[in-house]
Each structure stands twice: as C-alpha cells, then as structure tokens.
C-alpha cells in the first residue's frame, strides 16, 4: 500500500492547515485558518504563491476570473481580489462569540455549503449547516458544535456530513436541482475519534481526515470501513482528490495544539501530503456564486 508523503518539504507548516481543493489548471489550494492565508502550489512548477487574510480562513475556491479567489473568512464568504487585496463580500453571517466559518464544500451543481463551528472552551450546540442561496446563507440544519467536512455521491443523491464533535458522519437524501437534503441518518458512528474533512471516489468510497488519528479513514457505500490510510502525524484534517486522472489523494494537516514533545515525535505536522490511489476521485466542483438579493450579517 501507498503510503503519503509530503508534496514538498520547501513548504510552510500549517498551524491548521484545512480545506485542499485541487484546481483543473494544475493548481492546489489549501488554507492555514489560524495562520490567516490561502496558499496557491502549482505541482508542475513548483511556484508557491499565498494570500494574507484579515480574519482566519477556512476555504478558498477559484473564480471564473484568474485573479480572483472565493474564500470563507470568520464571518462570511468573499471574493478576493490578488492583485489588490480588496475583498468583496458575496454573504456574511452575525455569528455568536467564538464562532466562525468552517468547512465549504460545493455539491453536483456547485451549490455551496458551509459550517460552522464553536471555538470555546466548552462549545455548545449552537454552530450550524448552511448553504448559499440569493437570500445569502440560509441556515439549513443548526445543533452542531462544529459542522465540518462534506461530501457527495457519484451519482450525486447522496450528501455526507462529518459531524466532528460527536464523531458522526451523517448520510442525506440530496436533490441536486434543489440543494434540499431529507432523511437524515448515521453512515459511521466512531467511537472517541473525530471526522474532519471529506472526500469520495468514484465507487462511492467515502474518505475522512481523522483529526487526531494519524489517517484517513475509507468507507465503503454501505458505511463499512474497508481501509486505514496512515500517516507519520496526528491532526489530519482534509482530503481531495486531484492530480493526473484525479488520482492523488492530497492531505493536509496541522500541528496546533502540538506541544514541543509531540513536533518532535511528528515533525511534519502542518504539511501537505499526497498519495497515489488506484480508484479515482469524483470531481469538486467550483462554486456557482447566485445573485444576492440582500447581504445577510456582516457588512460590506
């Protein structure tokens, strides 16, 4: 078995590194959200370019314009310009204290969805599961500690959801056409581990960065866990595949919360790893950005 290894040890370490979203002009994309940059890797060159954000980043997308980025900051979803830095706000949230942006994920049609997540010391049920409509962010499921990593089916009716706090990833009914989800239900119930961000191949295998557990979990259709792909740290926090055929499973990781001890134990914690995997992965679409008919939350 293939093991991964980081795309390039030249790299920066990511304090939270998060959020890999392989581009089809060959670039990647990641995010460190504590460390408030977008980081641009070209694989084929090897040019590192970033983007300093104002507030902590939890995912960053191309925009049909080459210079532009659609990015999900603390309190809302922006449009980035690099070569200016001027940000422009598509919707924005007034959220609770400790509360900030988190995962962003597009679904068949590029409906983007969103979480977000309590940071407090002891974080209650008040975090939520959006997703962008004209009306701006439209809450669709609340409850949560941290709403996190999402995914799709192959055939794009089946949504899944890593419910980190509680160690669930939830499994949904999903109209494209729509974006409503029904019928929610456990896929995987894990016991003292935590589901981050996630990824599908093109079998319906389900992929979750285990945050804390030095791997990224496979789950079959059916929810069984039919592999363990391990890594030389502990805090793995997202996947997606990209790459030639969409066959490399990149990973991200971080190393906050690390104390002197453990670094020295993992010393590529915060890295980007890559592997080669023999099932390609399904495609993660770009956002389709809908005309706001008002900005919601935070203000321009």
């Not at 084929?44 to 659609?70: M, N, W, Y």
């Not at 995987?188 to 191949?201: K, R, T, Y």
Request: aromatic share 8%; net charge negative.
């Amino acid at each position: 078995m293939a093991i991964p290894t980081p795309i390039d040890l030249e790299l920066p370490r990511c304090r939270l590194g998060e959020a890999a979203f392989w581009d089809v002009s060959g670039r990647l994309l990641w995010t460190d959200i504590l460390g408030q940059k977008i980081y641009i890797y070209h694989l084929g060159t090897k040019e590192l370019s970033h983007v300093d954000t104002r507030l902590p980043v939890s995912f960053a997308f191309s925009a049909p314009s080459e210079h532009r980025i659609i990015a999900g900051l603390a309190d809302g979803i922006y449009q980035l310009d690099l070569h200016s830095g001027r940000e422009e706000l598509i919707a924005g949230l007034d959220l609770p204290a400790n509360h900030r942006l988190n995962d962003g994920k597009c679904g068949p049609l590029g409906r983007l969805w969103v979480g977000t997540i309590d940071t407090s010391e002891d974080p209650s049920g008040t975090a939520a599961l959006y997703r962008l409509t004209s009306e701006g962010l439209l809450d669709v499921e609340d409850g949560y500690a941290s709403a996190n990593g999402k995914g799709w089916s192959p055939d794009g009716t089946v949504m899944y959801h890593a419910d980190t706090a509680r160690g669930i990833v939830w499994r949904y009914d999903y109209d494209a056409e729509s974006g409503a989800i029904a019928n929610r239900r456990v896929f995987v119930q894990l016991e003292g581990e935590n589901p981050d961000g996630l990824a599908v191949d093109v079998e319906g295998n389900v992929y979750a960065a285990i945050y804390g557990g030095s791997c990224v979990a496979v789950y079959s259709p059916r929810g069984d866990e039919v592999e363990r792909i391990p890594l030389p740290v502990p805090n793995v926090t997202s996947c997606a595949f990209g790459g030639d055929n969409l066959q490399t499973l990149f990973i991200t990781t971080a190393y906050d919360g690390m104390d002197s001890s453990a670094l020295e134990t993992a010393p590529l914690s915060g890295h980007v790893f890559a592997v080669r995997r023999d099932i390609p992965g399904v495609p993660c679409p770009l956002p389709v950005i809908p005309v706001i008919d008002r900005v919601p939350g935070a203000a321009q």
